[in-house]
């Protein structure tokens, strides 16, 4: 790339032919068709310009030359040699193995019901058209559905597959003849092998025909007739079910949440080759889970809210609930975090600063400000207008994370924040940070998570100016809290 100008060059040459360029909005990349149908006629009618092209261009060629793209014969670099051959190395298997296990979430298990044993499920039914569908755990970003150079997954297994292998009198009845599921016909199936069996797994939940990059989903309930058919097989069986949900997005499963009969939910979202194995560890107890949910799972009155209102605050004046945990007021299924585990854990804070004195001397970017209106009108509160992040403040939190169970496994640490409820348009909380730890049976083990007064302690007010707000702050950790005392002098 020799200078700015040969970009542009490029740029003027084919507008059409370069989907990765910018947008005004700082987009660089885009993956489907849209710029590349419409970013010439935005140039010529002045929307865009040449400048913000550049912008994105630089970006893009940066990104190329830092990999060597324009260095001679990329077969000679450093990844030249990668091809199919390195998919199905032993190595890569066991990344896509454990990857399937971090990301499954136990979402409900009333009184330890899972995980079985295997002395006691003497026969098992797999309900579900998910269970016997291997593409339905693979998502969209996979060699079935992405460019040439890549390959199908490495010999992947069905979950029933993988189920049976635990269980030899395993058997499978679909339910539904497809995700959609708008028939019941063969309801009658499902329900006979679930009254045969010991023990009912029902696979339902979500893939590529409801969801996907250019198809938004209308409902956060589950496609068609499928919460008929849990209802109905948790209703045949012997014995208390286990639910298991697919797909990247939430779902509104209340139903499934207070139904006794249905006794242990997971979210296995889009598990990859390795997800059928990684489920069975799980439900049979050879693997412990410990993902969590790294979105909140709204209820089906959220589809209400109107989509092209993007604003984080409720208001509660206009019926709005506002978005994301930070904010939202209204009913949900699971909040953000959520993920339990088969042991129990306790948290203690072994080192956090009882105060904070953020000194006149070690703000040169941040100045004082001492009147601001809070939810009653004014107050005379100290807040410092932040500019930079302000290094001097930054700390460690020491925690220790003590396993009371009898099983070992890993569990993700999360720690939050609260600032002082003296300002309109506070966060419940926000996330500061988190750790994965692997602990043993009435073990302890300890971590660390730095923290950013400047970052973490800040809010944003209404004209988006971020603020960092004298008082107690609240680092969260479970139903553990610690007051941070921020000193503005």
Known sequence: MKSMGCLRVLCKISCRKLELIGALKGMDINCGSFLVRNTESAVKQGKVGEEDIDRALLNLFSVQLRLGIFDGDPRKGQFGKLGPKDVCKSEHRKLALEAARQGIVLLKNEDNFLPFREDVVSSLAVVGPHARNISNMLGSYTGLLMCTYSRIPCSPKSLFEELQAYVQMTSHAAGCQDIPCNASDAFHEAILAAKNANYVIVVVGLDLTQETEDLDRVSLLLPGKQMDLVSSIAAASKNPIVLVLTGGGPLDVSFAQNDPRIASILWIGYPGEAGGKALAEIIFGDVNPGGR??????????????????????????????????????????????????????????????????????????????????????????????????????FRVQIS????????????????????????????????????????????????ILVDPCDHFSVVNESGKRM??????????????????????
């Open 401 to 448: 994370v003590t396993n009371v169970g009898d099983m070992k496994g890993s569990h993700v640490v999360i720690l939050f924040s609260r600032a002082p409820r003296l300002i309109q348009g506070t966060p419940q909380k926000q996330l500061i940070g988190f750790d994965r730890v692997h602990t043993f049976p009435n073990t302890s083990i300890e971590t660390s």
């Open 468 to 489: 960092l707000v004298g008082g107690g702050h609240v680092l969260m950790l479970g139903d553990l809290e610690h007051i941070v005392s921020v000193e503005l002098n």
């Open 293 to 394: 949910l790294p979105v909140t799972w709204y209820t089906e009155s959220f589809t209400k809210v109107p989509m092209n209102n993007m604003n984080m605050r409720a208001d509660p004046s206009h019926g709005y609930p506002g978005r994301t945990y930070r904010f939202y007021t209204g009913d949900r299924v699971y909040g953000y975090g959520h993920g339990l585990s088969y042991t129990n854990f306790h948290y203690k804070f072994l080192s956090a600063p009882p105060k904070l004195t953020l000194l006149k001397s070690s703000r040169a970017n941040i100045y004082r400000n001492r009147v601001l209106r809070d939810a009653e009108g004014l107050a005379s509160l100290d807040i410092a207008e932040i500019e930079e992040s302000c290094d001097s403040l930054k």
